[in-house]
């Protein structure tokens, strides 16, 4: 029976494509992607060495995007939060994203982390990628075993999108108004509007400019 492992590479196109083929509860971590990518298969590139790069292997969960979100704000601190669908932020700037692939089998959930560097516009994360990794790992073991009601209570107490005016640009319309509320299946509610996937823009107060 194949075994759980720690798959250290120094470089590989991407970390989801070695993990997709190993048993649940396998890490595949990276020095460096040379086709690392995010959402809407967006490029996600940094120095060799300067990010946490892993795909972690977990049991299928409905919510498997907004638990990973949790195990990820929680390990990285109190100066952590989350933007819908996907994103970490620290002090309100993005500093890594989540990619998740699911199956019926099992989820391989891509975490992407700056450490020591992050582009213009970017936040960083000031904590060795071992000690990150060492946290994070039983963190999303827990939440993928949680139930979807737990997660989506934890996921609003992190969130720092609920409560702002957003602007949602999804293929062919952008809804814009107040995010109100994450729904039990993970949605976001702008305006009493359902949204289940699209790129979600933060805007200041009274302003329609992007915080």
């Known amino acids: 029976m194949d075994q759980p492992a720690i ?10 494509e070695v993990a997709r083929g190993l048993p649940i509860g396998s890490v595949v971590v990276a020095e460096h992607q040379t086709a690392g990518r995010g959402r809407l298969d967006r490029r996600w590139d940094a120095p060799p060495g300067t990010a946490l790069l892993a795909s972690f292997v977990l049991p299928p969960h409905p919510l498997s995007s907004l638990a990973a979100g949790v195990a990820v704000a929680e390990a990285c601190g109190p100066r952590a939060r989350l933007k819908w669908p996907n994103d970490l932020l620290v002090d309100g700037v993005k500093a890594g994203g989540i990619l998740v692939e699911m199956t019926s ?13 992050a582009p213009e516009g970017a936040a960083r994360v000031d904590e ?5 990794l060492q946290k994070l790992r039983p963190l999303l073991e827990a939440w993928s075993s949680a139930t979807p009601a737990a997660v989506v209570a934890r996921w ?3 969130s720092d999108t609920i409560g702002r005016r957003v602007r949602v640009e999804l293929a062919g319309r ?17 305006d009493g509007v359902s949204v289940s996937a699209g790129d979600v ?4 107060a009274g302003a329609e400019r992007p915080d």
Do not use: C, M, Y
Request: charged residues 20%.
């Open 174 to 190: 952008v809804i814009e108004g107040l995010a109100q509320d994450i729904a039990g299946d993970g949605s976001l509610i702008v």
């Open 7 to 16: 798959v250290r590479l120094d470089s590989v196109t991407s970390t989801q």
């Open 201 to 204: 823009i933060h805007l200041r």
């Open 128 to 132: 060795p990628r071992d000690a990150l």
């Open 156 to 158: 609003r107490e992190l």
């Open 105 to 117: 089998a099992k989820a391989v959930v891509g975490v992407g982390i700056n450490l020591t560097w």
